[in-house]
């Protein structure tokens, strides 16, 4: 479910994108959606394989890596939920 949301709302802000509209909520939702559930579910992977999600042989290793880069990234998660707190929902700023 998270991983279907996440593409949903990926796909509204690259609609709202294509058709000129404002879109910038909606793409940092999309980041911050993605990037979480992206660690969440190589994360869970990880446990799963246990100490083979660690060997260079097995892509495992390079997906945890990769996922951990996007939660940093061209804005770093917690940067992603205050400009939305900030912008979208009127609150003062956090930083």
């Known amino acids: 479910m998270k991983i279907d949301a996440a593409r949903m709302l990926i796909y509204r802000a690259a609609a709202l994108y294509d058709q000129g509209l404002p879109h910038r909520y909606e793409c940092l939702a999309a ?6 559930v992206g660690l969440e579910v190589t994360e869970h992977g990880m446990r799963i394989l246990a100490g083979y999600g660690h060997v260079t042989e097995y892509p495992m290793q390079r997906y945890f890596r990769d996922a951990r880069v996007f939660t940093a990234g061209p804005i770093t998660s917690e940067m992603a939920k ?3 707190a900030e912008n979208h929902l009127g609150l003062d700023r956090s930083y």
């Open 82 to 84: 205050n400009q939305i």
């Open 31 to 36: 980041k911050y959606a993605a990037s979480e």
